[in-house]
């Protein structure tokens, strides 16, 4: 059955992830019946807001097959007009009652935006754009005191939650409305598991996974 509310939505991931760690994956709806199935619409229950990364192929490490998740990818997960349009359409169009903001530790992104911020050399090409979209995450971080890569890639994941929702009224008013939320998740490129960083509301209600799942998830 296909999640119909966020707290659904997101205990299905934490689910579907915790197969993937623990090396138990089912790869549902990957059939050729369900190919066939899903050929004339789709409802996925979650958007993924995605790092390009290589590592970090949502439907693997969510365990989850075609249909189920409608996944926009930039390099640092950077929100610019495109990235909202889709968004936007998700959660209206396709009625989808889950935002994930999935990023991930050792960001080349964030490492790339902090080695500009300490040389004050612009990167060459379109990766200034990456570069600038990542920039406000550091200064937000710095005014913190923290220092480290992956702290940092916390603040950029929160930031990155809160820039949808601000430069987002159609997103942000399905949220206050109950019928959507947003997660910032971070993902450890060796163990496999996402913890959560942001939600919005916060916090959501206990998905009703096992409660076991969610100890190993924070592990």
Known sequence: MTPRSPEQALAELRAGNLRFVTGVPQHPNQDAGHRAAVADGQHPFAVIVG?????????????????D???????????????LGSVEYAVTVLGTPLVVV????????????????????????????????????????????IEDLDG??????????????????????RVAAGRCA???????????????????PAPLPAPSAPADADAALAS
Not at 51 to 67: H, K, N, P, V
Not at 182 to 200: C, I, K, N, W
């Open 182 to 200: 947003v997660v910032g998740m971070s993902y450890r490129l060796s163990g496999g598991e996402v913890r959560t960083v942001a939600q919005v």
């Open 69 to 83: 998740l409608f996944v926009v990818r930039t390099a640092g997960h950077t929100a610019g007009p495109e990235v």
């Open 102 to 145: 999935l990023g991930h530790d050792s960001c080349g992104a964030v490492q790339a935006a902090r080695e500009g911020v300490r040389t004050g050399a612009a990167p060459a090409g379109h990766l200034g754009a990456v570069v600038d979209a990542v920039s406000p995450s550091l200064l937000r971080a710095a005014r913190q005191g």
């Open 51 to 67: 790092c390009s990364d290589s590592r970090l192929a949502a439907e693997i490490i969510f365990d989850r097959g075609l249909g």
């Open 152 to 173: 940092i890639v916390d603040v950029h994941i929160a930031q990155t939650v809160e820039t949808l929702l601000a430069r987002s009224g159609v997103l942000a008013e």
